[in-house]
Protein backbone atom coordinates (compact mmCIF):
# COMPACT_ATOMS: atom_id res chain seq x y z
CA UNK A 1 0.00 0.00 0.00
CA UNK A 2 1.54 3.60 -0.80
CA UNK A 3 1.71 6.46 1.20
CA UNK A 4 -1.26 7.80 -0.71
CA UNK A 5 -3.45 4.95 -0.27
CA UNK A 6 -2.44 5.08 3.52
CA UNK A 7 -3.40 8.04 4.53
CA UNK A 8 -7.02 8.02 2.64
CA UNK A 9 -7.76 4.26 4.69
CA UNK A 10 -6.94 6.16 7.50
CA UNK A 11 -8.87 9.30 6.44
CA UNK A 12 -12.16 7.09 5.94
CA UNK A 13 -11.50 5.62 9.51
CA UNK A 14 -11.29 8.59 10.91
CA UNK A 15 -14.29 9.81 9.71
CA UNK A 16 -16.13 6.89 10.39
CA UNK A 17 -14.70 6.61 13.90
CA UNK A 18 -15.97 10.69 14.49
CA UNK A 19 -19.52 9.87 13.41
CA UNK A 20 -20.15 6.40 14.32
CA UNK A 21 -22.83 7.68 16.84
CA UNK A 22 -24.49 9.54 14.27
CA UNK A 23 -23.92 6.72 11.42
CA UNK A 24 -25.13 3.80 14.17
CA UNK A 25 -28.65 6.21 14.26
CA UNK A 26 -29.06 6.54 9.85
CA UNK A 27 -28.97 2.86 10.26
CA UNK A 28 -31.64 2.28 13.10
CA UNK A 29 -33.91 4.64 11.39
CA UNK A 30 -32.99 2.38 8.18
CA UNK A 31 -34.42 -0.24 10.12
CA UNK A 32 -36.92 1.26 11.56
CA UNK A 33 -39.04 3.61 9.49
CA UNK A 34 -40.61 2.25 6.13
CA UNK A 35 -40.44 5.34 4.51
CA UNK A 36 -36.23 5.33 4.67
CA UNK A 37 -35.57 1.40 3.87
CA UNK A 38 -34.26 2.49 0.80
CA UNK A 39 -31.50 3.92 2.78
CA UNK A 40 -29.42 0.18 3.27
CA UNK A 41 -29.29 0.02 -0.98
CA UNK A 42 -27.85 4.34 -1.06
CA UNK A 43 -24.16 3.39 0.51
CA UNK A 44 -24.00 -0.43 -1.37
CA UNK A 45 -24.98 1.47 -4.81
CA UNK A 46 -22.62 4.69 -4.04
CA UNK A 47 -20.13 2.11 -3.20
CA UNK A 48 -20.85 0.48 -6.64
CA UNK A 49 -20.61 3.75 -8.82
CA UNK A 50 -17.10 4.40 -6.89
CA UNK A 51 -15.64 1.15 -8.22
CA UNK A 52 -17.31 1.16 -11.54
CA UNK A 53 -15.55 4.23 -12.47
CA UNK A 54 -12.13 3.41 -10.60
CA UNK A 55 -9.80 3.68 -13.69
CA UNK A 56 -11.34 7.35 -14.14
CA UNK A 57 -10.31 8.57 -10.41
CA UNK A 58 -6.95 6.72 -11.06
CA UNK A 59 -6.15 9.05 -14.43
CA UNK A 60 -6.86 12.37 -11.37
CA UNK A 61 -3.98 14.06 -10.59
CA UNK A 62 -4.10 15.41 -6.64
CA UNK A 63 -4.43 19.08 -6.22
CA UNK A 64 -4.66 19.40 -2.32
CA UNK A 65 -6.79 22.28 -1.48
CA UNK A 66 -6.77 23.64 1.66
CA UNK A 67 -10.52 25.14 1.23
CA UNK A 68 -11.21 21.26 2.64
CA UNK A 69 -10.26 21.98 5.55
CA UNK A 70 -13.38 24.95 5.72
CA UNK A 71 -15.64 22.45 5.29
CA UNK A 72 -14.32 20.10 7.92
CA UNK A 73 -14.49 22.71 10.31
CA UNK A 74 -18.92 23.08 9.01
CA UNK A 75 -19.14 19.61 9.24
CA UNK A 76 -17.50 19.74 12.78
CA UNK A 77 -20.12 22.34 13.67
CA UNK A 78 -22.78 20.51 12.52
CA UNK A 79 -22.09 17.30 14.46
CA UNK A 80 -21.68 19.42 17.46
CA UNK A 81 -25.04 20.70 17.35
CA UNK A 82 -26.62 17.24 16.62
CA UNK A 83 -25.00 16.19 19.78
CA UNK A 84 -26.57 18.67 21.75
CA UNK A 85 -29.72 17.70 20.44
CA UNK A 86 -30.54 19.72 16.80
CA UNK A 87 -30.94 16.18 15.87
CA UNK A 88 -29.66 13.71 13.56
CA UNK A 89 -30.17 15.03 10.20
CA UNK A 90 -27.29 17.70 11.61
CA UNK A 91 -25.09 15.05 11.92
CA UNK A 92 -26.17 13.59 8.78
CA UNK A 93 -25.11 16.31 6.70
CA UNK A 94 -21.81 16.93 8.73
CA UNK A 95 -20.70 13.16 8.12
CA UNK A 96 -21.81 14.48 4.07
CA UNK A 97 -19.58 17.47 4.43
CA UNK A 98 -16.86 15.84 6.05
CA UNK A 99 -16.80 13.45 3.22
CA UNK A 100 -16.55 16.51 1.06
CA UNK A 101 -14.04 18.33 3.35
CA UNK A 102 -11.82 15.51 3.15
CA UNK A 103 -11.85 14.64 -0.66
CA UNK A 104 -11.06 18.70 -1.07
CA UNK A 105 -8.22 18.39 1.47
CA UNK A 106 -6.49 15.25 -0.17
CA UNK A 107 -7.62 15.20 -3.81
CA UNK A 108 -8.68 18.85 -4.52
CA UNK A 109 -11.53 20.18 -6.93
CA UNK A 110 -10.99 17.79 -9.69
CA UNK A 111 -11.50 14.39 -6.79
CA UNK A 112 -14.71 16.95 -5.47
CA UNK A 113 -16.01 17.10 -9.32
CA UNK A 114 -15.52 13.73 -10.26
CA UNK A 115 -17.20 12.22 -7.11
CA UNK A 116 -19.96 14.64 -7.08
CA UNK A 117 -22.48 12.06 -7.99
CA UNK A 118 -21.95 9.85 -5.30
CA UNK A 119 -22.02 12.77 -3.27
CA UNK A 120 -25.21 14.18 -4.38
CA UNK A 121 -26.52 10.16 -4.50
CA UNK A 122 -25.81 10.06 -0.35
CA UNK A 123 -28.53 12.50 0.24
CA UNK A 124 -31.26 9.90 -0.35
CA UNK A 125 -29.58 8.34 2.63
CA UNK A 126 -29.97 11.29 4.78
CA UNK A 127 -32.71 10.79 7.47
CA UNK A 128 -35.84 13.06 7.17
CA UNK A 129 -36.12 16.35 8.56
CA UNK A 130 -38.72 16.68 11.27
CA UNK A 131 -39.93 20.23 10.16
CA UNK A 132 -40.51 19.33 6.30
CA UNK A 133 -41.66 16.08 6.96
CA UNK A 134 -44.54 17.54 9.36
CA UNK A 135 -45.35 20.27 7.38
CA UNK A 136 -45.58 18.14 4.09
CA UNK A 137 -47.75 14.86 5.71
CA UNK A 138 -50.86 16.00 6.43
CA UNK A 139 -51.30 17.96 2.53
CA UNK A 140 -50.10 14.87 0.59
CA UNK A 141 -52.47 12.77 2.72
CA UNK A 142 -55.51 14.80 1.66
CA UNK A 143 -54.38 15.10 -2.21
CA UNK A 144 -53.70 10.94 -2.32
CA UNK A 145 -57.21 10.95 -1.08
CA UNK A 146 -58.09 13.33 -3.36
CA UNK A 147 -56.73 11.30 -6.34
CA UNK A 148 -58.17 8.38 -5.00
CA UNK A 149 -61.30 9.51 -5.12
CA UNK A 150 -61.24 10.86 -8.96
CA UNK A 151 -59.39 7.61 -10.00
CA UNK A 152 -62.63 5.14 -8.43
CA UNK A 153 -65.19 8.05 -9.74
CA UNK A 154 -63.89 8.01 -13.26
CA UNK A 155 -63.46 4.21 -12.75
CA UNK A 156 -67.77 4.43 -11.98
CA UNK A 157 -67.25 3.32 -8.59
CA UNK A 158 -69.14 5.33 -6.04
CA UNK A 159 -67.18 7.21 -3.19
CA UNK A 160 -67.71 9.86 -0.77
CA UNK A 161 -64.73 11.50 0.84
CA UNK A 162 -64.71 13.11 3.85
CA UNK A 163 -61.15 14.57 4.32
CA UNK A 164 -58.91 11.96 4.20
CA UNK A 165 -61.21 9.45 4.60
CA UNK A 166 -62.92 7.47 1.84
CA UNK A 167 -66.20 5.77 1.76
CA UNK A 168 -66.34 3.19 -0.61
CA UNK A 169 -70.09 1.40 -0.97
CA UNK A 170 -69.88 1.37 2.81
CA UNK A 171 -66.38 0.60 3.12
CA UNK A 172 -64.55 3.40 5.01
CA UNK A 173 -60.72 3.88 4.02
CA UNK A 174 -58.67 6.29 5.75
CA UNK A 175 -55.80 7.80 4.41
CA UNK A 176 -53.30 7.77 7.74
CA UNK A 177 -49.88 8.66 8.01
CA UNK A 178 -48.42 6.17 6.40
CA UNK A 179 -50.29 6.03 3.68
CA UNK A 180 -48.99 9.79 2.56
CA UNK A 181 -46.75 8.72 0.01
CA UNK A 182 -43.27 9.77 1.57
CA UNK A 183 -42.28 6.29 0.72
CA UNK A 184 -42.82 6.21 -3.10
CA UNK A 185 -41.33 9.68 -3.26
CA UNK A 186 -38.16 8.99 -1.59
CA UNK A 187 -37.50 6.03 -2.82
CA UNK A 188 -38.90 6.16 -7.09
CA UNK A 189 -36.61 9.43 -6.83
CA UNK A 190 -33.41 7.69 -6.02
CA UNK A 191 -34.05 4.70 -8.71
CA UNK A 192 -34.87 7.27 -11.39
CA UNK A 193 -31.19 9.42 -10.76
CA UNK A 194 -29.42 5.71 -10.57
CA UNK A 195 -31.90 4.48 -13.39
CA UNK A 196 -31.05 7.61 -15.56
CA UNK A 197 -26.82 6.91 -14.50
CA UNK A 198 -26.88 3.88 -16.03
CA UNK A 199 -28.98 4.45 -19.32
CA UNK A 200 -28.32 7.63 -20.09
CA UNK A 201 -24.71 9.43 -20.62
CA UNK A 202 -26.86 13.11 -20.62
CA UNK A 203 -26.70 14.44 -17.19
CA UNK A 204 -29.56 16.32 -17.01
CA UNK A 205 -31.66 13.17 -17.71
CA UNK A 206 -31.03 12.43 -13.94
CA UNK A 207 -32.82 15.52 -13.12
CA UNK A 208 -35.43 15.02 -15.70
CA UNK A 209 -36.31 11.68 -14.36
CA UNK A 210 -35.98 13.03 -11.00
CA UNK A 211 -38.52 15.56 -11.64
CA UNK A 212 -40.98 12.96 -13.23
CA UNK A 213 -40.28 10.55 -10.40
CA UNK A 214 -42.32 13.27 -7.70
CA UNK A 215 -45.83 13.58 -9.64
CA UNK A 216 -45.65 9.57 -10.80
CA UNK A 217 -44.97 8.84 -7.04
CA UNK A 218 -47.93 10.54 -5.86
CA UNK A 219 -50.22 9.62 -8.22
CA UNK A 220 -49.11 5.83 -7.41
CA UNK A 221 -49.77 6.57 -3.98
CA UNK A 222 -53.41 7.50 -4.90
CA UNK A 223 -53.88 4.79 -7.18
CA UNK A 224 -52.76 2.05 -4.28
CA UNK A 225 -55.22 4.11 -2.02
CA UNK A 226 -58.09 3.76 -4.56
CA UNK A 227 -57.23 -0.31 -4.79
CA UNK A 228 -57.21 -0.48 -0.81
CA UNK A 229 -61.20 1.53 -1.09
CA UNK A 230 -61.90 -0.66 -4.12
CA UNK A 231 -61.07 -4.16 -2.92
CA UNK A 232 -60.91 -4.34 1.47
CA UNK A 233 -58.53 -7.48 1.25
CA UNK A 234 -55.36 -4.74 -0.39
CA UNK A 235 -55.92 -2.58 2.68
CA UNK A 236 -53.83 -5.05 5.07
CA UNK A 237 -51.39 -7.19 5.19
CA UNK A 238 -49.50 -9.70 2.16
CA UNK A 239 -51.99 -8.59 -0.40
CA UNK A 240 -51.37 -4.84 0.83
CA UNK A 241 -47.53 -5.40 0.67
CA UNK A 242 -48.01 -7.28 -2.63
CA UNK A 243 -49.83 -4.34 -4.35
CA UNK A 244 -47.40 -1.75 -3.02
CA UNK A 245 -44.38 -3.73 -5.02
CA UNK A 246 -46.89 -4.18 -7.91
CA UNK A 247 -47.70 -0.28 -7.91
CA UNK A 248 -44.02 0.42 -7.75
CA UNK A 249 -42.83 -1.70 -10.41
CA UNK A 250 -45.39 -0.14 -12.54
CA UNK A 251 -43.50 3.05 -11.52
CA UNK A 252 -40.65 1.98 -12.74
CA UNK A 253 -41.61 1.19 -15.82
CA UNK A 254 -43.21 4.67 -16.23
CA UNK A 255 -40.06 5.98 -15.99
CA UNK A 256 -38.30 4.61 -18.72
CA UNK A 257 -41.56 5.36 -20.59
CA UNK A 258 -40.63 9.31 -19.78
CA UNK A 259 -37.01 8.84 -20.44
CA UNK A 260 -37.95 7.65 -23.97
CA UNK A 261 -40.67 10.83 -24.34
CA UNK A 262 -37.34 13.08 -23.33
CA UNK A 263 -35.31 11.83 -25.50
CA UNK A 264 -37.82 11.77 -28.67
CA UNK A 265 -38.33 15.82 -27.44
CA UNK A 266 -34.66 16.21 -27.44
CA UNK A 267 -33.65 14.87 -30.35
CA UNK A 268 -36.60 16.94 -32.61
CA UNK A 269 -35.67 20.45 -30.61
CA UNK A 270 -31.97 20.05 -30.36
CA UNK A 271 -30.21 22.67 -33.04
Known sequence: MSVRQGVIVLTAVALV???APTLRGMVE????????????????????????ERERWRTLQPEPNAWGFAL?????????????GVGLF??????????AGAVLCLGGFPWLRALAFPLVLAVFMLPKLAVVY??????LQLLASRIAAGILTFAGIGVIREGNILDVGGHRVAVVEACNGIRYLLSLGFMAVVFAYLSDSKPWMRLALLGAAVPIAIVANGARVAAAGWLPSLEAGVPHAVAGWFIFVLCLVTLMLFRRLFNRVYVYYRP
Open 90 to 99: AGSVGFLLSI
Open 29 to 52: QWSSDEDMSHGFLVPIVILWIVWR
Open 134 to 139: NQVTLP
Open 72 to 84: LASAAGLQFAGVL
Open 17 to 19: SCY
